[in-house]
């Protein structure tokens, strides 16, 4: 692995740990305040009002840190651009709340409209770049590979807009999305460097370093939040850089806790319409089941960060 590589990581280390003080005072100003929901777990009404769109400052890390290494490692550029197209997705998202104070953001056609355009290109993309293709990696075969042919640009957006969910669903402790994502871009760095692709090692890098320089801030008790401008752009590198890597398939080991939240909610509510109001889990997403059980923040987020770690343990032996 080149030594180079490991640059990325401390550069948007320093330019996150460094942008997020110099934010907050300015999101506090702005008057962007985090609405919390009434019906959510009552301990959480205490974080009205603390800044959001935090994911600002960690995705200006990335993007700097990009730029500066994008001329020797221009293959970083798909990754990074679908990475900063669901962020302006999740800003817009973030704007229309916040700022305009409507309740829901983007009306749900708008957004997945928004999705289905950005993934459409990057699906056309991968499929007609030759050193990606239609071809993925399957898990625990030694390395070989499947051709996916014609079912490849479905499975892409199978992988992008779940991906995507889930770790949306994750964002809902105070650095519970952070610590956990930031695990997988690390994983996404080492086995990139390791395997020749040195434009998402750049990528993951960055966005490694960027996400520990804002948990700084954002981890118990979180001074900002990143908002769905950070936590949309997480789901978007985390499944381009595992399309980009031939590794969409990984995303359900290493990702395995993005698909538990989500699972969570679905099971939750498919239950509630099923039995006309009784709830399988005491509040979903299922972090949230943990503290009305009695977990503090800090612990679900050491557990849930622990078992990412493990799982990309998993994911590399099946590598």
């Avoid at 625990?140 to 014609?150: L, R, S, V």
């Avoid at 992988?159 to 956990?180: I, K």
């Avoid at 001074?223 to 381009?240: C, P, Q, R």
Wanted: contains cysteine.
């Amino acid at each position: 692995m080149e030594p180079l590589l490991f640059l990325p990581v401390l550069i948007a280390f320093v330019l996150s740990a460094v942008l997020c003080p110099v934010l907050i005072p300015v999101l506090r100003k702005l008057k962007f305040g985090q609405q919390v929901r009434a019906e959510g777990n009552p301990e959480h009404l205490k974080k009205q009002g603390t800044p959001t769109m935090g994911g600002i400052a960690f995705l200006a890390a990335v993007l700097v840190t990009c730029l500066a290494f994008v001329f020797i490692y221009p293959r970083l550029l798909p990754v990074l651009l679908l990475t900063l197209g669901f962020g302006a997705i999740g800003f817009a998202d973030d704007f229309l709340k916040v700022v305009k104070k409507q309740s829901e953001g983007f009306k749900p056609l708008q957004k997945l409209v928004c999705q289905f355009v950005i993934t459409g290109l990057f699906a056309w993309y991968c499929a007609a770049d030759p050193e990606i293709g239609t071809g993925v990696i399957i898990p625990f075969a030694g390395g070989q590979e499947w051709d996916m042919g014609w079912l490849y640009i479905p499975f892409v957006f199978f992988v992008v807009l779940g991906t995507d969910n889930g770790v949306n669903f994750t964002d809902g402790l105070d650095g519970l999305c952070g610590s956990v994502t930031a695990v997988v871009a690390l994983f996404f760095f080492l086995v990139a460097g390791v395997s020749g692709n040195p434009g998402v090692s750049v990528v993951s890098g960055a966005v490694a370093g960027a996400l520990m320089g804002f948990l700084i801030s954002n981890a118990f008790p979180a001074k900002v939040f990143m908002g769905d401008t950070g936590a949309l752009a997480l789901g978007g590198f985390v499944a381009s850089a595992a399309l980009v890597l031939k590794m969409g398939w990984f995303v359900l080991i290493i990702g395995l806790v993005y698909a538990v939240e989500v699972l969570s909610v679905i099971l939750q509510v498919s239950y509630f319409k099923l039995t006309h109001g009784k709830r399988l889990f005491r509040m979903a997403p299922i972090h949230h089941h943990f503290e009305l059980c009695g977990y503090s923040e800090t612990r679900i987020v050491t557990l849930f960060t622990a078992v990412t770690v493990l799982l990309c343990m998993l994911g590399y032996i099946a590598l």
